[in-house]
């Protein structure tokens, strides 16, 4: 027999020696009769006492009735020991030579213990694993199994756990391992498990342990079968199933929404989602590892000097990182620090072409590219997208989205301690994260970024509107503006106008001017060859689109009076319906996002800028427009401290064509 063949011990009763002499019970079995071609036919099995002394038992094999070999049956098998029954020495395996036993088959063969004749019966054929009758005889069948099983390890190297029988606990089952159809392993379930012994279950001796080798391959679909030898039922949860792996194709995902679809009960869905939400987690876990780098990340801060923020003109101590001498190179220390890294907050990515707060935040995390940091960027309500996401990896930014990283606070959670530095863009992310920041990044650099302070354009808009409700509103705000800047370690503006009135406000904020870059523009067109003005603005914002109406509806009438071929163009994002309509006006062109908006304004002799808030009371026209262009870069900062109205003169003298 194959050493991972078990004795079926429950299917051999006890035997006595015939004509009634009394006897010590025998068991045994006939496993292997098999031919081997060119040499004959091997014949193994075991036989032993049940009771008395344990010495080995003497077995002779017979052919059509005549003994042509015999021997002990004192050869060790691992899956014959029961620990204080038997000690595994009770195996036999003879080779009959052909011309011992020529043109014979395996009915011809009986194997007896002797001296009592007592005849093992057959356990199977070992060329087929099937259990066969090859003598006619039926052998005695077992009672009832009461089993008891669980698979603890279930692996593609692996499988392990343990069965029993209550009703026979001094006896082992055997287990049947099947890949695919296909039969694998037979062991006897005998290995010492200490922790069903400590639980009561007998000696303990229950337990299996396979290994499959060479392991199942990870390329493709496989089932496996564990079952009990002696009755076939499946052991709780066979068959497993493993999917392909390395390919996470739709045929992996059709499994996966098959299974889900299959549930039926409440109670599996809800045991199923909590599976789910674990594997998720973890899958984000190892995720988030690997985008922190975090044994790099670790080595890194092990090897920074104590001291390893540094204080510029331009950005105060924003996290700066060691450099070289003004070559903005890493200085490596011997231990390869990494680059710091600093993460990016704003609501969505960047986009230039939509509003100039974008152009501020991909200006600033440039800059950092360029100091030598690793900038990253997540968006904290709107999606980034695929095709955002890959504007921003070209010019060498990670950005994080989902399905890894679905909010800000995933990040934050899975990458805690990642960052050197957290730049919050805009007071409304600063409110939500700033202190969820502190808590899983507890040694970086927390910056802050004004875009503006709204409490003042609120208070603006209240007195002019008379509208208490707004004064509240924007103490309210000035209250969250001001608590932004004393939390964070930086503060960036690029007004100075802010800047003092924050430092007047909160003495103790470290504030800094920290402008933006702008590429430079191509030289306007001859003077004589623009015509027209052009209003510029991102309409989702409430004070660029009160200013929209503004312009077109109280200023421009009184310009068109002045100048009747003036024409007005509305340039922009997220126009809505208001401004859509307003293409209609007389001497209003409403031209919404345009793609190249440096080669319009080259064409137009004045560019007005929002935000503004309507003065009903400064309906005054335009007087008669100077020679050279103004361009007005009206950010409504200024214009706090210059209540006055503004006027453009265009050109001088009479108009001598087209405004």
């Known amino acids: 027999m194959s050493a991972d063949r078990p004795p079926p011990h429950l299917h051999q009763a006890a035997t006595t020696a015939p004509h009634g002499h009394t006897q010590d019970a025998i068991t045994g079995f006939i496993d292997v009769i098999a031919p081997l071609p060119g040499q004959g036919w091997r014949l193994a099995g075991w036989a032993r006492k049940t009771a008395g002394p344990a010495s080995p038992l003497t077995v002779a094999v017979l052919w059509h009735g005549e003994e042509v070999a015999r021997g002990p049956a004192n050869t060790f098998r691992p899956d014959l020991v029961i620990p204080g029954h038997a000690d595994g020495y009770h195996a036999f395996d003879f080779l009959i030579p052909e011309t011992t036993a020529p043109a014979t088959s395996p009915a011809a063969f009986d194997v007896i213990v002797l001296h009592a004749r007592v005849p093992l019966n057959r356990a199977g054929d070992a060329a087929t694993g099937?259990?066969?009758?090859?003598?006619?005889?039926?052998?005695?069948?077992?009672?009832?199994?009461?089993?008891?099983?669980?698979?603890?390890?279930?692996?593609?190297?692996?499988?392990?756990?343990?069965?029993r029988d209550d009703s026979a606990p001094e006896t082992r089952l055997g287990v049947t391992v099947s890949v695919d159809g296909a039969l694998i392993r037979r062991v006897l379930a005998n290995r010492l498990r200490a922790d069903l012994r400590d639980s009561g279950l007998g000696d303990g001796r229950y337990g299996f342990d396979i290994p499959l080798s060479p392991p199942l391959s990870a390329d493709t679909d496989h089932t496996v079968t564990v079952i009990c030898a002696e009755t076939g039922e499946n052991l709780p949860g066979s068959p497993f199933h493993f999917a392909a792996t390395r390919r996470f194709n739709e045929t992996f995902r059709q499994h996966v929404?098959?299974?889900?679809?299959?549930?039926?009960?409440?109670?599996?869905?809800?045991?199923?989602?909590?599976?789910?939400?674990?594997?998720?987690?973890?899958?984000?876990?190892?995720?988030?590892?690997?985008?922190?780098?975090?044994?790099?990340?670790?080595?890194?801060?092990?090897?920074?000097?104590?001291?390893?923020?540094?204080?510029?003109?331009?950005?105060?101590?924003?996290?700066?990182?060691?450099?070289?001498?003004?070559?903005?190179?890493?200085?490596?220390?011997?231990?390869?620090?990494?680059?710091?890294?600093?993460?990016?907050?704003?609501?969505?990515?960047?986009?230039?072409?939509?509003?100039?707060?974008?152009?501020?935040?991909?200006?600033?995390?440039?800059?950092?590219?360029?100091?030598?940091?690793?900038?990253?960027?997540?968006?904290?309500?709107?999606?980034?997208?695929?095709?955002?996401?890959?504007?921003?990896?070209?010019?060498?930014?990670?950005?994080?989205?989902?399905?890894?990283?679905?909010?800000?606070?995933?990040?934050l959670r899975i990458q805690s301690g990642a960052f050197d530095a957290v730049y919050f863009h805009r007071l409304s992310n600063t409110s939500r994260y700033l202190a969820l920041t502190r808590h899983y990044m507890p040694g970086?650099?927390?910056?802050?970024?004004?875009?503006?302070?709204?409490?003042?354009?609120?208070?603006?808009?209240?007195?002019?509107?008379?509208?208490?409700?707004?004064?509240?509103?924007?103490g309210q705000e000035r209250v969250r503006e001001h608590m932004a800047a004393w939390s964070s370690h930086a503060v960036i503006t690029h007004s100075p106008v802010e800047a003092t009135l924050l430092a007047r406000a909160v003495p103790t904020a470290s504030i800094h001017v920290v402008p933006w870059h702008i590429p430079e523009k191509p030289a306007p067109l001859p003077f004589p060859e623009r015509h027209g003005i052009a209003f510029v603005a991102h309409y989702g914002h409430a004070p660029s689109l009160d200013a929209a109406k503004w312009l077109a509806d109280d200023i421009f009438p009184l310009i068109r009076r002045e100048i009747p071929d003036t024409e007005l163009l509305l340039i922009g994002s997220a126009m809505p319906d208001v401004i859509v309509r307003m293409d209609s006006l007389p001497g209003i062109r409403v031209l919404g996002h345009v793609s190249d908006l440096t080669a319009l304004l080259r064409t137009v002799r004045l560019t007005i800028a929002p935000p503004a808030l309507r003065r009903r009371h400064q309906k005054q026209g335009a007087r008669k427009l100077g020679r050279r262009p103004a361009l007005h870069r009206n950010t409504g900062r200024d214009r706090r401290h210059d209540p006055a109205p503004r006027t453009h003169r265009l050109h001088r003298g009479k108009r001598s064509g087209p405004g």
Not at 385 to 408: D, H, M, W
Not at 448 to 463: C, K, W
Request: net charge neutral; hydrophobic share 35%; with cysteine.
């Open 130 to 163: 099937e259990a066969q009758n090859t003598t006619g005889d039926t052998p005695s069948l077992p009672g009832p199994v009461s089993l008891r099983a669980c698979v603890d390890v279930v692996g593609r190297d692996r499988i392990a756990g343990w069965l």
């Open 257 to 411: 929404r098959q299974t889900l679809a299959g549930i039926a009960s409440a109670t599996h869905r809800e045991q199923a989602l909590e599976f789910l939400s674990a594997e998720l987690d973890s899958l984000r876990r190892h995720q988030g590892r690997d985008d922190a780098r975090l044994l790099a990340t670790e080595r890194h801060q092990a090897s920074r000097p104590a001291a390893s923020s540094v204080t510029s003109p331009a950005t105060g101590p924003v996290a700066a990182p060691q450099t070289g001498a003004r070559t903005g190179t890493r200085t490596r220390t011997a231990a390869g620090p990494t680059p710091s890294r600093i993460l990016f907050i704003d609501d969505r990515a960047p986009d230039p072409t939509r509003d100039a707060g974008s152009g501020a935040l991909l200006s600033h995390m440039q800059a950092a590219r360029a100091l030598g940091h690793e900038v990253c960027f997540v968006a904290s309500a709107v999606d980034p997208g695929p095709s955002a996401t890959q504007e921003l990896e070209k010019l060498g930014i990670t950005c994080f989205r989902k399905p890894t990283y679905p909010n800000v606070e995933t990040l």
């Open 444 to 474: 970086a650099r927390l910056i802050s970024s004004v875009a503006d302070l709204a409490h003042l354009r609120i208070e603006r808009q209240a007195a002019i509107e008379g509208r208490p409700e707004l004064r509240t509103l924007a």
